[in-house]
């Protein structure tokens, strides 16, 4: 099945400056890519996704890249702001599974230190 | 307007005491998932259901049971829980046939002693 890698697992910034967050996945037949915020004790909330007939996104402060020939996407955040701290969750969906299966990466925990 | 509601918000069991977890969604999703997650980490899928049909993660302890009596409703039942049950649980939804945009609820946490 598929397999999500998701680094660092944790992320300290100054506020203001940018944070990357680097996801690779197994299966090349995934053709979508969301990211999740989640805030201490709070549901996942999509901040961003990507499909794979796109290179790149951007929305705001928030960008995402993707890269199918190496199978890995990443999440930039710019001018980071204190609200940004929080767990991001990577994931790629696996078209061959029934239903829109997700697969999770494990997590990168940002700080935005003011 | 919620999308995706979850209930309790929080429950506390009984060692070993069944408990059922309850989602209800107004987006009129075809597709329902139930995760568990503890403690910062990635929600774990436990199965989904896909319109009728179960589909149940091979991982997934036999303690785990869930229905969905129609589109709108769909439930987790943990019919012993153990210490190490002890987590988020997140109900999410998505429509086959879109690219795979998932709408997760609140979650409940259960507490068990």
């Known amino acids: 099945g598929e397999n999500v890698e998701q680094h660092p697992s944790t992320l300290s910034v100054q506020e203001g400056d940018s944070a990357v967050i680097k996801c690779t996945y197994s299966d090349s037949a995934s053709n979508y890519f969301p990211w999740y915020k989640q805030e201490l004790g709070k549901r996942p909330q999509l901040i961003i996704d990507?499909?794979?007939?796109?290179g790149e996104k951007k929305d705001q402060r928030i960008a995402v890249t993707l890269n199918k020939t190496a199978k890995h996407f990443s999440l930039h955040i710019t001018e980071t702001q204190p609200e940004d701290s929080a767990v991001y969750f990577c994931a790629a969906k696996t078209i061959k599974a029934a239903g829109n299966k997700l697969t999770f990466g494990g997590g990168t925990r940002v700080l935005v230190k003011p | 307007d919620a999308m995706v509601i979850q209930n309790p918000r929080y429950q506390v069991t009984q060692f070993g005491k069944p408990v059922t977890l309850s989602c209800s969604q107004t987006l009129n999703h075809n597709v329902m998932y139930w995760y568990q997650q503890k403690s910062s980490q990635a929600p774990k899928l436990l199965f989904h259901?896909?319109?009728?049909?179960?589909?149940n993660e091979a991982d997934t302890p036999d303690n785990f049971q869930s229905r969905r009596p129609n589109t709108s409703f769909c439930f987790l039942d943990i019919r012993s829980p153990g210490l190490g049950d002890a987590a988020m649980y997140l109900c999410?939804?998505?429509?086959?046939?879109?690219?795979?945009?998932?709408?997760f609820g609140p979650g409940t946490r259960l507490t068990v002693l």
């Open positions: 999410a939804t998505s429509r086959e046939g879109s690219i795979g945009e998932q709408f």
């Open positions: 259901y896909y319109d009728k049909d179960f589909n």
């Open positions: 990507i499909r794979s007939n796109v």
